[in-house]
T-cell receptor, first 112, second 117 residues
Framework: GNSVTQMEGPVTLSEEAFLTINCTYT??????LFWYVQYPGEGLQLLLK?????DKGSNKGFEATYRKETTSFHLEKGSVQVSDSAVYFC???????????FGTGTSLTVIP | SAVISQKPSRDICQRGTSLTIQCQVD?????MFWYRQQPGQSLTLIAT?????????ESGFVIDKFPISRPNLTFSTLTVSNMSPEDSSIYLC??????????????FGPGTRLTVT
């Protein structure tokens, strides 16, 4: 089947620390991979995406590389800010259908 | 991208009543989706709403409980019927843009936070 497994939170970091949120997936086809972010009280926003193996998605200082050999799409940022505090969701979509599969979300809190 | 609005943004309802949630998009889209996000949990797809046809429901969700309308390419409604406290969730509308072929990325509305007492 298709599924996404995310690193459990919550994660608390000091400002300017390095962030990694792990995400691995299983898929029956060739998925596209996404990271969405949900700020407090808001809906989900697309953060970055990758459509094929070895693609690197990047946005707002965040990066994730589509690793087919390890079926992973880990999210990284070199120096987090307080404004990055949010819940981060890893997701996959099979290009043959409409279904999105979301991970359980990882809550990140960045303290000054 | 697409700008998506939802009404209401939040509501507190009594059990046994129904609430209709509206989703409006600023451009014409083929595919619209309704998700539920229960407290502290991830998103679960309720149904896919296609214009001109009946919605397609995922396992565990039925039309009598969650009737959906899709009268045109920019608008959809989801009704949560005969509510119970277990229906307390955030309900999110999302869209897939017609011109996007691959990947099938989706854009989300701000959500409707529903509390049933």
């Amino acid at each position: 089947g298709n599924s996404v497994t995310q690193m459990e939170g919550p994660v608390t970091l000091s400002e300017e620390a390095f962030l990694t949120i792990n995400c691995t997936y299983t898929a029956t086809g060739y998925p596209s991979l996404f990271w969405y972010v949900q700020y407090p009280g808001e809906g989900l926003q697309l953060l970055l995406k990758a459509t094929k193996a070895d693609d690197k998605g990047s946005n707002k200082g965040f990066e994730a590389t589509y690793r087919k050999e390890t079926t992973s799409f880990h999210l990284e940022k070199g120096s987090v800010q307080v404004s990055d505090s949010a819940v981060y969701f890893c997701a996959l979509s099979l290009n043959t259908g409409n279904q999105f599969y979301f991970g359980t979300g990882t809550s990140l809190t960045v303290i000054p | 991208s697409a700008v998506i609005s939802q009404k209401p943004s939040r509501d507190i309802c009594q059990r046994g009543t129904s609430l209709t949630i509206q989703c409006q998009v600023d451009s014409q889209v083929t595919m619209m989706f309704w998700y539920r996000q229960q407290p502290g949990q991830s998103l679960t797809l309720i149904a896919t709403a296609n214009q001109g046809s009946e919605a397609t429901y995922e396992s565990g969700f039925v039309i009598d409980k969650f009737p959906i309308s899709r009268p045109n390419l920019t608008f959809s409604t989801l009704t949560v019927s005969n509510m119970s406290p277990e229906d307390s969730s955030i309900y999110l509308c999302s869209v897939r843009l017609a011109e996007v072929v691959s990947p099938y990325e989706q854009y989300f509305g701000p959500g409707t936070r529903l509390t049933v007492t």
